[in-house]
């Protein structure tokens, strides 16, 4: 097994920031705002070592990929092919299922619809999908694979293997997975240096967001690589450093939702109540706004600082099943921090201007308010 810390890393040279949160990058002449802006080719360098230790090609730009294959072709792995198609990039597509293509043609013809509203790139077409009889035919000329199989760790595992064995060496390859780290994934892969996590929301085609991570046998340059090509690709991106069952946002939703369900078991709330206390409470704010700042306005001007003293204690109070760490100087501070950051030289008060008008916009988005001035419903 090679270990990938000492192989050749051919991919571009890191950014200097990491788990940084990244929008799609446009090019400004492209009226549709689909079309990604080239970035200079990497300095081209040793090809990374295969498992027989012979070099193997470098990738191509991330932002000159044009063929992606799509392994796994259900809920996630079809919004995936969704997305890819509408973004204009040519897709082949392997689900061993009897009846996925016909699953996986409904499920594009239902999104395009939604996708056409987001705005098609201009190559963009659902006739750019080509189903494979097999994994090895789907892969083979792919210049990114993403794999989205039933979450079952021994299935991923000798399937990133089998996929890893047929892609072209220069192929990065993400796995959609819900919660595995790579590093219990990559294990069977002759160059697990180019498997990496590319973590999706459903549908992949409307939310923004993945989690980029890789395992600890992943070259962190296919971490770059991947992070600037799903940005390419229209996504917003999250690359984090450090690995994470569950990543971030999945643990997140997991902590709520394991609340929400001690709350139903012991009759202490109904799945009605649990529902609206969101979505006509925090939920909408949080389309906008993260938790962390909203709750360092609750300390008005005195934001986090204020918010964190103030209710500090509480931290203590059986509020939630979930164990509280201790609140010492050094969160104290990096919570502080980390909201100065998020506000990026923003007031208290501009801060609150944008809640309240991001607050009447999703509720006029929704329908809870009259769309316009003009008392218009929808
Ligand atoms: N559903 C979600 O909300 C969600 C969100 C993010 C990530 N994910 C992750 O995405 C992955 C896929 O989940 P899903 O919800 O699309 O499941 P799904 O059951 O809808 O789809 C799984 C697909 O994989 C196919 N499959 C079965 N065995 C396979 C194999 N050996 N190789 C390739 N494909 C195979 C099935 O035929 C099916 O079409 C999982 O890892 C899941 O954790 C799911």
């Known amino acids: 097994m090679p270990q990938a810390a000492s192989a050749p890393d051919p991919y571009p040279a890191p950014r200097p920031a990491t788990r940084e949160r990244t929008g799609p990058r446009h090019d400004p002449e492209d009226t549709t705002g689909m079309t990604a802006t080239p970035e200079p080719a990497p300095a081209p360098g040793p090809g990374p070592e295969s498992g027989a230790g012979s070099p193997a090609p470098a990738p191509c730009p991330p932002e000159s990929v044009r063929r992606v294959a799509c392994v796994g072709a259900g809920v996630i792995g079809g919004g995936w092919v969704a997305h890819f198609l509408a973004r204009g990039y040519d897709v082949t597509a392997w689900d061993p299922a009897p009846d996925a293509e016909e699953k996986l043609r409904r499920l594009v013809d239902a999104a395009w619809p939604a996708l056409r509203q987001l705005g098609l790139h201009p190559s963009a077409s659902p006739d750019r999908l080509t189903v494979l009889p097999t994994l090895e035919e789907a ?109 971030i946002a999945n643990r997140l939703q997991e902590a709520l939702w394991r609340e929400a369900l001690h709350m139903v078991a012991n009759g202490e709330a109904t799945v009605q109540e649990i529902d609206d206390s969101i979505t006509e409470g925090p939920g909408l704010r949080w389309a906008f706004m993260g938790p962390c700042l909203t709750f360092a306005l609750a300390g008005g001007e005195g934001g986090m600082a204020h918010m964190l003293d103030h209710f500090g204690p509480s931290l203590k109070s059986p509020w939630t099943r979930l164990e509280a760490p201790e609140l010492d100087a050094s969160l104290r501070d990096a919570m502080v921090e980390g909201c100065d950051a998020a506000a990026a030289g923003r007031s208290a008060a501009q801060l609150v201007a944008e809640r309240d008008q991001g607050v009447i916009d999703v509720l006029r988005a929704t329908g809870r308010l009259p769309r316009s001035a003009d008392g218009e419903r929808p």
């Open 139 to 247: 892969v083979a000329d792919a210049e990114f694979v993403q794999e989205s199989a039933p979450e079952k760790l021994e299935l991923k595992r000798s399937l990133l293997a089998r996929i890893d064995a047929a892609a072209p060496g220069g192929a990065v390859i993400a796995s959609s997975t819900s919660g595995y780290p790579m590093t219990d994934m990559q294990g069977e892969a002759a160059d697990p240096g180019r498997l990496l996590v590319g973590h999706p929301f459903n549908p992949p085609y409307l939310i923004p967001l993945v989690e980029v991570v890789g395992g600890e046998l992943t070259r962190p340059g296919a971490v770059e690589w991947a992070s600037r090509f799903y940005e390419a690709a229209g996504k917003s991106v999250i690359t984090m450093d450090k690995e994470l069952p569950g990543f």
